[in-house]
């Protein structure tokens, strides 16, 4: 049987890399004691600061969100002007 996905707020994800900065214990011990994995108590570290402030790779990768949605919007879009053009074009004949 497939393992439900848990879903963890943001507040967990910058306390426990905060937690992992000021340790002395590896990641991976700390990972493991928290019940998650240490990849992705990594990508959490590239993702915010021992603050909790959100990193460079954070932004560029919420930027790249956007921008992805924003391409597929635009797609969308030129689809439904092709067919339009193409309507218009097969009344004018």
């Known amino acids: 049987m497939s393992e439900m996905r848990r ?3 943001e507040e967990f994800k ?11 214990k590896p990641v991976a011990e700390i990972a493991h004691d928290l019940d998650i994995s240490d ?6 570290r590239r993702k915010y600061t021992a603050q909790g402030d959100k990193t460079r790779y954070a932004t560029l990768e919420d ?5 992805k949605l924003q391409n597929a919007e635009l797609k969308i879009e030129c689809d439904m002007l092709k067919k339009a053009s193409a309507y218009f074009a097969s ?3």
């Open 7 to 9: 879903r963890l707020d």
């Open 14 to 24: 910058k306390n426990t890399v905060r937690l992992s900065d000021a340790s002395n």
């Open 39 to 44: 990849a992705i108590l990594y990508q959490w």
């Open 63 to 67: 930027e790249d969100k956007a921008f």
């Open 91 to 93: 009344l004018h004949k």
